[in-house]
């Protein structure tokens, strides 16, 4: 595949697309299915006052600057507007909206000249080979999850010039509660990777890349996880450029056919693309509710720390993007006690819960009892272990990797009656050192 440089055409051409996107435009906004809005808080807003829901974002790449456009309304419906797009203009991307449920997705990228000395064209499927073993492994330490490579939708807009993937992973009746979330999962399971480099050839050619400024960077682009996220689509490409994402050669997730049409692949391309309506649906909590290096001290067998004794489910629950808990005395505690430390307002941005413990994410206040103030842009959360009727604070902060709270006693915050037993086999572990 070639990279073609469309400055000029572009230049020629720029009247005749606008020309063309207005009348686009009036068709899209006539039939009310698919509606175009030129700021993406209009496109929020219109699904909530029209009551719609669609819940289903999408932006288009209109120019070099980043400048973009917005749309909601219904995956079949987009799929209409999209695929009737010419190639060049083809530059769609999933807008991952602020707290949405969705599925793991990574973007794996090097420019090909300057790791010519490490990398090149014949490297690329050992590095799709080794990372998605390696999350493999991951999903079964961290979640008891079996996970495989026929999990992961692997798409390719790689050139000559740059080596392109984005990865999917989905698993069956499980979703993430959002990305941030799912952002701290890769996110630590770079810095294991960065720390096992020293030791492992193999992880260090294939999975550490030089970036433009010659720095050593992991391939998994960190930078993806960010709040109202725009992820490039299936056969999009971007703006400028005639590269779209295709379903990778070696790709081994499986379609209802051998010979899945455009319109298959697509949907299941999709991050947000979750049953709403399916309560059966389970999300992830991250980061686990007892750290990990605490776990890597006291337990003789890794794999089985988070797994059911008898069966393959996993203890999580589901409970949808709420901001209350089976709890209110404990949200009470935290609304009035502990998220206006400092003299910042705080608020409860989401919570998740199981058995035994509920996370409570917080918006607005970063005060960390660490560094006893407010940090600049890492989030702060809570952990309530319902087993030990005990609180304690952690946060994002790299620099508070394991720095847990001392722990508050909250049992005066729970009901009185007796509490579910722990169904979670933590048969290993010492409750009385996993808080510190
Ligand atoms: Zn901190």
Not at 129 to 153: A, P, S
Not at 186 to 204: G, M, R
Request: net charge neutral; glycine share 4%; proline share 4%.
């Amino acid at each position: 595949m070639q990279n073609y440089d469309f400055q000029t055409i572009l230049q020629q051409i720029n009247k005749q697309i606008n020309e063309k996107k207005n009348l686009e435009d009036q068709e899209i906004n006539k039939g009310k299915r698919v509606v175009a809005f030129a700021k993406q808080q209009e496109a929020f807003d219109y699904d909530q006052k029209s009551g719609l829901l669609y819940n289903k974002f999408f932006s288009k790449e209109i120019g070099k600057d980043g400048k973009r456009e917005f749309y909601v309304g219904y995956y079949e419906d987009f799929w209409d507007l999209m695929i009737k797009s010419r190639d060049f203009e083809r530059n769609y991307y999933e807008l991952i909206k602020e707290g949405s449920n969705c599925h793991l997705y990574l973007d794996i990228e090097y420019q090909r000249d300057v790791n010519k000395e490490l990398l090149n064209n014949d490297h690329d499927e050992l590095i799709v080979d080794l990372l998605i073993q390696r999350l493999c492994e991951e999903f079964k330490y961290v979640f008891g999850l079996d996970v495989t490579r026929k999990n992961f939708l692997d798409l390719d807009s790689s050139s000559n010039v740059k080596f392109s993937r984005h990865l999917i992973c989905k698993i069956t009746g499980y979703c993430w509660p959002n990305n941030e979330i799912m952002g701290m999962f890769i996110n630590d399971f770079i810095d294991k990777l960065t720390l096992e480099k020293p030791v492992n050839s193999q992880v260090a050619q294939l999975l550490f890349v030089m970036n433009a400024s010659n720095q050593v960077v992991s391939i998994i682009d960190k930078g993806v996880y960010t709040k109202n996220r725009n992820f490039r689509l299936y056969l999009s490409s971007k703006y400028g450029k005639i590269q779209p994402l295709i379903l990778s050669k070696t790709n081994q997730y499986p379609f209802n056919s051998d010979s899945p049409t455009e319109k298959e692949i697509f949907y299941h391309s999709l991050i947000c693309n979750i049953d709403d309506f399916n309560s059966t649906f389970k999300t992830l909590v991250y980061p686990p509710p007892i750290p990990l290096d605490k776990i890597l001290d006291k337990s003789s067998s890794p794999t089985k720390r988070f797994t059911n004794n008898n069966n393959s489910s996993s203890p999580y629950k589901k409970l949808p993007s709420s901001t209350s808990s089976p709890y209110p005395d404990i949200d009470a505690y935290i609304k009035t006690e502990l998220i206006n430390r400092g003299g910042v307002s705080g608020w409860i941005k989401s919570i998740t819960t199981d058995a035994s413990f509920i996370n409570y994410q917080i918006g607005g206040n970063k005060y960390c009892e660490n560094i006893k103030r407010q940090h600049k842009s890492n989030h702060i959360y809570f952990i309530v272990n319902l087993s030990k009727k005990t609180l304690v604070q952690r946060c994002f902060d790299p620099d508070c990797k394991n720095f847990i709270s001392n722990p508050i006693d909250i049992q005066s915050y729970l009901p009185s009656s007796e509490l579910k037993p722990l169904d979670i086999d933590f048969d290993n572990y010492e409750f009385d050192d996993e808080i510190k």
